[in-house]
C-alpha cells in the first residue's frame, strides 16, 4: 500500500525506536543475567547451600595450628582442636558432604551436631558437652552425653563401607523437634536413629539442642572434608542422594 512519504519516515521512524528499545531490554537482562552469575551459589542439591568454599573457614571455627586446607578440603590432623564447626546453629538439617581419611592411621571420620556449641576452638569441648556423632563411611554413632560417652544404638539398615581412604559423599537428614536422623552414604541409606527424649532441651544427660555442626578429628589420621552443603529446616523427609 502507497503511504505519503512523510507518514513513512514517521513509520520507519516508529519501527527504528521499537527496535533499539528491544535491543537495550534484551541487553539490560542479559547484564544482569550476567552479572548476577558469578556470585550466585551453585548447589547440586535442590535448597542446599554450600557453607564451605574451598578456600578459606569463612563461617567456621577452625583452629589455624591443625586445620588447614589442601585441594579444596578442611584438612584436619594432630593437636587439640578435634573439631572445625560453623558459626551458624542448626537443629533441623540436612547435611551432605564429601570425607576422607588421608592417612587413615587407625582413626575414623565423623560429624557431630545437637550439642554444645565450644568456647576454645583450640580445645573444643566434645566429651559429655550432648553431641550426637554419626561416623561415615561405615555408619557407627556415638553418644557424647554425660555422665560417660559411649557407643550409640541405632538401626542399620545396610553396612557401611570401611574404605576410609576413598572419597565417600554422606548425607545426613536430622530433625530436632522428632529426634530423629537418617544417613546415607555413596546413595545408600544406610542408619537411623531415634533420640529417646526428643523434646528434652535442659536435662544434660538427656538433651538435644541446636547447636553447631562439627567435622570431626580424631587420633593419629588425617581427616578431609569438602563439598558441604545444609538445608536448614527441610522442607520434605527424603534423601536427595539416594535413588
Not at 58 to 85: H, T
Not at 144 to 157: D, G, I, R, S
Not at 166 to 193: F, H, P
Amino acid at each position: 500500500m502507497f503511504l505519503p512519504s512523510n507518514r513513512q519516515s514517521k513509520a520507519g521512524a516508529f519501527a527504528r525506536t521499537l527496535i533499539r528499545a528491544t535491543l537495550i531490554l534484551v541487553y539490560w537482562v542479559a547484564a544482569e543475567v550476567w552479572a548476577a552469575e558469578p556470585d550466585a551459589p551453585v548447589s547440586p542439591y535442590p535448597r542446599c547451600t554450600k557453607i564451605f568454599d574451598g578456600v578459606s573457614f569463612a563461617g567456621w571455627e577452625a583452629d589455624s595450628s591443625m586445620w588447614s586446607i589442601v585441594d579444596g578440603a578442611m584438612r584436619g590432623i594432630g593437636g587439640s582442636s578435634r573439631l572445625a564447626y560453623t558459626k551458624a546453629n542448626y537443629g533441623s538439617f540436612r547435611l551432605i558432604f564429601t570425607a576422607r581419611m588421608n592417612p587413615v592411621n587407625g582413626d575414623h571420620l565423623g560429624v557431630l551436631f545437637w550439642g554444645d556449641r565450644p568456647q576454645d576452638s583450640a580445645r573444643p569441648k566434645i566429651d559429655l558437652a550432648g553431641w550426637i556423632q554419626f561416623m561415615p563411611p561405615h555408619g557407627a554413632m556415638w553418644d557424647y552425653h554425660p555422665p560417660k560417652h559411649h557407643n550409640l544404638p541405632h538401626e542399620t539398615l545396610a553396612p557401611g563401607s570401611r574404605d576410609f581412604t576413598r572419597w565417600s559423599t554422606t548425607e545426613l537428614l536430622c530433625n530436632l523437634e522428632k529426634g530423629t536422623m537418617r544417613a546415607a552414604v555413596d546413595g545408600t541409606e544406610i542408619a537411623r536413629y531415634t533420640h529417646p527424649d526428643a523434646g528434652e532441651r535442659t536435662d544434660p544427660e538427656k538433651r538435644i539442642v541446636a547447636g553447631p555442626i562439627g567435622m570431626f578429628r580424631h587420633g593419629a589420621g588425617a581427616s578431609e572434608y569438602k563439598d558441604i552443603y545444609v538445608e536448614a529446616d527441610p522442607k520434605e523427609d527424603k534423601l536427595l542422594t539416594v535413588r
